[in-house]
T-cell receptor, first 113, second 115 residues
Framework: TQLLEQSPQFLSIQEGENLTVYCNSS?????LQWYRQEPGEGPVLLVT?????EVKKLKRLTFQFGDARKDSSLHITAAQPGDTGLYLC?????????????FGRGTQLTVWP | EADIYQTPRYLVIGTGKKITLECSQT?????MYWYQQDPGMELHLIHY???????EKGDLSSESTVSRIRTEHFPLTLESARPSHTSQYLC??????????????FGPGTRLTVL
């Protein structure tokens, strides 16, 4: 059983379109992170959300943490080819002294010019 | 910018060979991690380290071993590679405490193919 369910698994759109991807769980989390992984590279942190209902914006990207802190969404406005990549959500296990992260399987986004 | 490096970036080897995947970071982070990533699957933690001389196995059973003799260096070794080891291997590090203690910085990965 996956801790984090990401949807859709694949998304292929034209430049200029808007899109939303989701990260869902049945568990409550103290925080949630979104990473983007470009081809041939490792994941890079985009944002951390910590408060239920929190909305954070990063240029054309809008991140929202669900009120119950069980889910999150990422909305991209006017997508560009440079947004192409694998978008991963991850949650932090505060119960572990390691501070480990659990990742979802990701949404593979392709934006065509 | 993250300063974490992995070599080689790509490796194609035959079955039975011994290999070492290198990972180094210049950020002084105590915590380091090795993940295995396959297409359409979540990142699986295979090894981690709290600091020098500290190593532990992660969730995913792995036939690899790691060492942490220096803070900046966390190599992963496969004594006898098999086709089932074919995968992308990602190294990461993070601070022990602080506001960014749960942000992990990743290297570019090593794509391993065992024939």
């Amino acid at each position: 059983t996956q801790l984090l369910e990401q949807s859709p698994q694949f998304l292929s759109i034209q430049e200029g379109e808007n899109l939303t991807v989701y990260c869902n769980s049945s568990s409550v989390f103290s925080s949630l992170q979104w990473y983007r992984q470009e081809p041939g590279e490792g994941p890079v942190l985009l944002v951390t959300v910590v408060t239920g209902g929190e909305v954070k914006k990063l240029k054309r990207l809008t991140f929202q943490f669900g009120d119950a802190r069980k889910d999150s969404s990422l909305h991209i406005t006017a997508a560009q080819p440079g947004d192409t990549g694998l978008y991963l959500c991850a949650v932090y296990d505060r119960g572990s002294t390691l501070g480990r992260l659990y990742f979802g399987r990701g949404t593979q986004l392709t934006v065509w010019p | 910018e993250a300063d974490i490096y992995q070599t080689p970036r790509y490796l194609v080897i035959g079955t039975g060979k011994k290999i070492t995947l290198e990972c180094s970071q210049t950020m002084g982070h105590d915590k380091m991690y090795w993940y295995q990533q396959d297409p359409g699957m979540e990142l699986h933690l295979i090894h981690y380290s709290y600091g020098v001389n500290s190593t532990e196995k992660g969730d995913l059973s792995s036939e690899s071993t790691v060492s942490r003799i220096r803070t900046e260096h966390f190599p992963l070794t496969l004594e006898s590679a098999r086709p089932s080891h074919t995968s992308q291997y990602l190294c990461a590090s993070s601070e022990w405490f602080g506001t960014r203690g749960n942000e992990q910085f990743f290297g570019p990965g090593t794509r391993l193919t065992v024939l």
